[in-house]
């Protein structure tokens, strides 16, 4: 069974960075697109970004210009760098694919 393995959140003051990644136990993690959404307390999940594995990219608004998303295929491994955080980026963080499913997530605390 394939599964995705988040790492990399913390506590971080706003204007500070973080540099999440989402492991990969399948054989097939290059031909994946990899999802990055979080949830907030009291909301709903939201989604973040994607990476395809052309390594095109998008991004949802909020994180356009802050947020970038990379693959590394050889290490079966995607991050999300996130830059000038913010106190309302502080949520759980997780990935998806479709082979498998949702991680356990990590959580990012942006204080003021």
């Known amino acids: 069974q394939v599964q995705l393995v988040e790492s990399g959140g913390g506590l971080v003051q706003a204007g500070g960075s973080l540099r999440l990644s989402c492991a990969s136990s399948?054989?097939?993690?290059?031909?994946?697109?990899i999802y990055w959404h979080r949830q907030a307390p009291g909301k709903q999940r939201e989604w973040v970004a994607y990476?395809?594995?052309?390594?095109?990219?998008l991004y949802a608004p909020f994180g356009r210009g802050r947020f970038t998303v990379s693959r590394d295929n050889a290490k079966s491994t995607v991050y999300l760098q996130m830059n000038s955080l913010k106190p309302e980026d502080t949520a759980v963080y997780y990935c998806?694919?479709?082979?498998?499913?949702w991680g356990q997530g990590t959580q990012v605390t942006v204080s003021s």
């Open positions: 990476i395809t594995p052309s390594g095109d990219s």
């Open positions: 998806y694919t479709s082979n498998a499913g």
């Open positions: 399948g054989s097939q993690f290059s031909s994946n697109t």
